[in-house]
C-alpha cells in the first residue's frame, strides 16, 4: 500500500490492446477506473479491497447485466450529447454554439500528497473540441475517505457554457440500494428517511442559496443490497463539500447500476467559462464500510478531526450564551451580572449573542439594525473593549455573535449601499426574518464582510470566540454588481470562501461556530473554517437526542455545539446529560437557578471537563438508537481504550418504559477490566448502580450492562474506566 502512495507515476496515451486499470485503494476499499480500447475511462468497481491488484481487471466480464447501448454507463465523468444517454456529469455549449461534448482519457498520474494520502488525477479531452476536464480522487488511506471533485477548461475560441458541472459521478453495482436522507425546516433539523431506491432519478438537492441545508443537506448514504445497521451491512456516506445549492442525483438505471452524480446545483446556474480559466468544482466526500454505518460514521469523524475542521484536533471552550437569557434586552449593568455568573457556573467563556449593535436604527429586536456592526451607544456606552476586559477581569473569556452576510432594509448599510443587497431591481423584496443577504459575489461586499471580523480583533485581540449567523435565503436572487446573472449562485459561495479564507489567514486560531437560525448551514466546505456548528436552535433535550443521533452519522461530537436552555420539560440534569455528548454550552439565567440546580451544574461542568477529550477525540459508538427503543444510548472510548464514556437517556414516557435489557457496549478491549462509576448525580440522589464491581471487556461487549433507566433515573451518565 505504501508503495502506491509513494510511487508517482504517469501514463501518456500510447495503449497497447489491454485496456489499462486504475485502481485507487484506502485501507479496506478500491475504487477501480478502467481505460477501454476507446479511451473512454469507466469506473468498473467500487468495493473491498482484493488482496491481488492484478485481480480487479477480472471483474466486469463476470456482470451479466443487459445492454449498456451507449457503452457509457459507467463512465468516470458522463458527458452529454454524444452518446449518452442518462443523466450527465457535464454538459456544455461549446464557442461555435454545438451541444455535444465526448471525454476520452489521456493521462493519468497518482501522487503521494502526504502521509496517508494519496491523489489519483485523471486528464480527459473531447477529441474534437479543445475542451478538457481533470477528475482529481483524494484518498485518505487509514480513513477510507476520498474526496473528489473536476476541474474543467477550454482553449475553444469564445466562451464555453457549462450547464451541468458535477464533482463527482459515482457507480454502485447491488441487488437493492436503499437511501437514507435528511429533511427538516427550522427547529426540525436532521429528519431522517430510508427508502429503497427504484428506477429512475431521486434527486437531493437545494435552491435555497444561503441557509441551504434549511429543508434538505447534502449528506446522504446508501446501503447495499438491504439497510445496514449500527455495525452490520455495506454503506456509503456521501457529501458535498459546498455551503451553497448542491444536487445530487442518485440514478438506477435500465441495468440496475446506482448512478451517482453529486456536485453544485446547476439551478439557475450557466456558467461562461472564459478560454484557459479554470473551473474547479467542489470536493464530493465520500467513505464505504462493510461493517454498517457505526464504522462509516467512525471514519468520517475521525478523518474530519485530522482533516477537515479547524483545530479538529485542539481544544473547544465551553461558554455561558445570553440569547435566551436577555434577548435584545440588556446593557452593560446586565451584562456585568452574566460575567459573575459565567464564573459562577464554571465554564470558559461569556458569549454576547445578537442586539449589541446599530445606533441610528438599533438593534432592538429582529426589524431593524442588521448591518450597521458599531456598538449601540445606549446600551453599551463603553463599547466592547470594556466588555472584553471586564469578562477578563471576571476571570472568564469574551465572544461575541455577528451576522455579516446579512443586512435589515431599516438599517444605515441598506440606505448607503442599496447596490450591495440582494434583490430584484423591478420587483418587490421578500424578506426571511425581515431581512435581506447582502451580494457577497461583489469583492467590496466581501471586503466589508472581512472587516466586520477584522474589526472586532484587531480592536479587541482578547475576543476569544465568534458566533457566525446567517439567518435568511436567498429571495429574488440578482446581484448589481455581476454582469452575468447565472453565475450569481457560485459567485456568492466563492465570496464567502474568500472571506473566510482572508479571516483565517489573519486570525487562524479563533474559534468560530457555524450557526445559522439553528442547523441551516453545515458542511464541509465552511467546516474548515469553522471549530463548531449549531445543530439547531430546538434545544429540547429529547428532541436533540434524537437530532445529534442523526448528526453524528457524519460530523464529530467536537463540532456539535449543545447548550443547556429551557426549552422542554426535562429537568437540568436531562438537559445537561444531553448537551455533554459534544461541545457544551448554556444558555439559561443563572441567577434564577435553584442552590441544588446550580451545585448540579457546576458540577457536572468539572466532571465535562474531565470526560471532554473522549467525547472530543474518542470513537462514539450508537448503542441504542432512540428511534426505536425506549431507551437511547451512545458512548465514546479513547484510542487506548481505556477511559469511556456511556449516555443513556429515557426517551419513551410510557408506563414502566425503561431499560429492560443490559445494553451492549462496543469499542473496549475484550481482555481488559472495567468499572462503571455514574457520575453527574442530581445533588442529593445516590446511584443505583454498584461502582465497585469490575467487568472484562468481553463481558460489556457481549452481554452489556444495565444503567438502570427508568422513570425516576431518567438520564444516566457511566464513566468507563480500566480497572487496574
Ligand atoms: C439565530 C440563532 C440563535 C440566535 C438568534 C439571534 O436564530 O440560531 O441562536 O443567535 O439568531 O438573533
Not at 469523524?301 to 455561558?320: E, P
Not at 465554564?347 to 445606533?359: C, P, Y
Not at 469553522?530 to 445543530?535: A, D, I, L, V
Request: net charge neutral.
Amino acid at each position: 500500500m505504501i508503495l502506491l502512495l509513494a510511487i508517482i507515476y504517469f501514463c501518456g496515451a500510447r495503449m497497447g490492446a489491454q485496456p489499462i486499470n486504475i485502481p485507487l485503494e484506502t485501507r479496506n476499499n478500491a475504487l477501480v477506473l478502467r481505460v477501454a480500447d476507446n479511451k473512454d475511462v469507466n469506473l468498473i468497481y467500487y468495493g473491498k479491497k482484493l488482496s491481488e491488484a492484478a485481480e480487479y481487471a477480472g471483474i466486469p466480464e463476470l456482470y451479466k447485466q443487459s445492454g449498456d447501448y451507449s457503452g457509457m454507463l459507467t463512465s468516470a465523468y458522463t458527458p452529454s450529447g454524444s452518446r449518452n444517454l442518462v443523466e450527465p456529469a457535464i454538459s456544455v455549449t461549446h464557442a461555435d454554439g454545438n451541444n455535444s461534448l465526448d471525454l476520452k482519457y489521456v493521462s493519468h498520474q497518482v501522487s503521494a500528497v502526504a502521509n496517508g494520502v494519496s491523489s489519483l488525477t485523471v486528464q480527459l479531452k473531447d477529441p474534437v473540441y479543445d475542451f478538457e476536464v481533470t477528475l482529481f480522487y483524494k484518498a485518505y488511506f487509514n480513513d477510507d475517505v476520498i474526496e473528489q471533485w473536476s476541474e474543467i477548461r477550454h482553449k475553444e475560441k469564445g466562451n464555453v457554457t457549462l450547464h451541468k458541472f458535477a464533482s463527482a459521478n459515482l457507480c454502485l453495482k447491488a441487488d437493492s440500494y436503499w437511501l437514507k436522507q435528511f429533511h427538516g425546516d427550522w427547529a426540525k433539523e436532521m429528519q431522517p428517511e430510508e427508502s429503497r431506491l427504484t428506477h429512475g432519478i431521486k434527486t437531493l438537492d437545494t435552491k435555497l442559496g444561503t441557509r441551504a441545508n434549511l429543508f434538505q443537506p447534502s449528506v446522504f448514504m446508501v446501503s447495499l443490497g438491504k439497510p445496514a445497521t449500527e455495525d452490520e451491512g455495506t454503506v456509503m456516506y456521501g457529501s458535498l463539500e459546498w455551503s451553497g445549492n448542491f444536487r445530487i442525483d442518485l440514478e438506477l438505471d435500465p441495468q440496475d447500476n446506482l448512478r451517482i452524480i453529486a456536485g453544485v446545483n446547476n439551478y439557475a446556474l450557466d456558467y461562461s467559462l472564459v478560454a484557459n480559466e479554470k473551473f474547479t468544482t467542489p470536493p464530493f466526500l465520500f467513505t464505504l464500510s462493510d461493517k454498517g454505518k457505526g464504522d462509516a460514521s467512525r471514519k468520517i469523524q475521525r478523518w474530519a478531526r485530522d482533516y477537515k475542521i479547524l483545530d479538529g484536533k485542539g481544544s473547544r471552550l465551553t461558554l455561558l450564551n445570553n440569547w435566551e437569557s436577555t434577548y435584545f434586552d440588556f446593557n452593560e449593568s446586565k451584562l456585568s451580572e452574566l460575567f459573575k455568573d459565567t464564573k459562577k457556573l464554571g465554564v470558559d467563556l461569556f458569549l454576547l449573542d445578537d442586539g449589541w449593535f446599530a445606533n441610528k436604527y438599533p438593534r432592538n429586536d429582529d426589524h431593524a439594525g442588521l448591518g450597521d456592526w458599531q456598538e449601540n451607544k445606549a446600551k453599551l456606552p463603553n463599547g466592547i473593549s470594556s466588555l472584553v476586559k471586564e469578562a477578563q477581569a471576571n476571570g472568564v473569556k469574551f465572544g461575541i455573535w455577528i451576522e455579516p452576510e446579512m443586512v435589515n432594509p431599516k438599517s444605515e448599510l441598506y440606505e448607503k449601499h442599496p447596490d450591495w443587497v440582494v434583490k430584484q431591481p423591478k420587483r418587490d423584496e421578500f424578506y426571511f426574518r425581515n431581512q435581506l443577504v447582502l451580494d457577497l459575489s461583489n469583492p467590496k461586499v466581501q471586503d466589508f464582510v472581512f472587516g466586520v471580523v477584522d474589526n472586532l480583533l484587531t480592536k479587541n485581540p482578547d475576543m476569544a470566540y465568534i458566533k457566525w449567523d446567517c439567518n435568511a435565503v436567498i429571495y429574488n436572487a440578482y446581484s448589481a454588481f455581476q454582469k452575468n446573472q447565472s453565475h450569481f449562485y457560485i459567485e456568492y459561495v466563492r465570496g464567502l470562501y474568500n472571506v473566510l479564507a482572508k479571516i483565517r489567514s489573519k486570525y487562524p486560531t479563533v474559534p468560530m461556530m457555524l450557526c445559522s437560525g439553528g442547523g441551516g448551514r453545515v458542511d464541509y466546505g465552511a467546516l474548515q473554517y469553522f471549530t463548531e456548528f449549531w445543530p439547531s436552535d430546538n434545544t429540547d433535550p429529547l428532541e436533540r437526542i434524537f437530532m445529534q443521533w442523526e448528526y453524528s452519522y457524519f460530523y464529530p461530537a467536537i463540532t456539535s455545539s449543545n447548550h443547556v436552555t429551557d426549552w422542554g420539560k426535562q429537568p437540568i440534569k436531562f438537559r445537561t446529560d444531553v448537551a455533554m455528548m459534544g461541545k457544551l454550552g448554556f444558555d439559561i439565567v443563572v441567577s434564577k437557578l435553584s442552590g441544588n440546580d446550580l451545585q448540579f451544574c457546576q458540577n457536572a461542568i468539572k466532571n465535562y471537563n474531565d470526560v471532554k477529550p473522549i467525547i472530543w477525540h474518542g470513537d462514539q459508538y450508537r448503542l441504542s438508537d432512540p428511534a426505536t427503543n425506549s431507551v437511547a444510548s451512545i458512548m465514546y472510548v479513547d484510542e487506548a481504550k481505556s477511559t469511556g464514556i456511556m449516555f443513556n437517556y429515557l426517551v419513551n414516557y410510557r408506563y414502566d418504559a425503561k431499560s429492560t435489557f443490559p445494553i451492549r457496549l462496543k469499542g473496549l478491549e475484550a481482555t481488559k477490566k472495567y468499572k462503571l462509576t455514574e457520575i453527574n448525580l442530581y445533588p442529593g440522589s445516590n446511584s443505583s448502580l454498584n461502582a465497585n464491581k469490575t467487568y472484562s471487556g468481553d463481558f460489556l461487549m457481549k452481554i452489556g450492562f444495565n444503567p438502570d433507566v427508568n422513570a425516576r433515573r431518567t438520564s444516566v451518565v457511566l464513566k468507563i474506566e480500566e480497572a487496574k
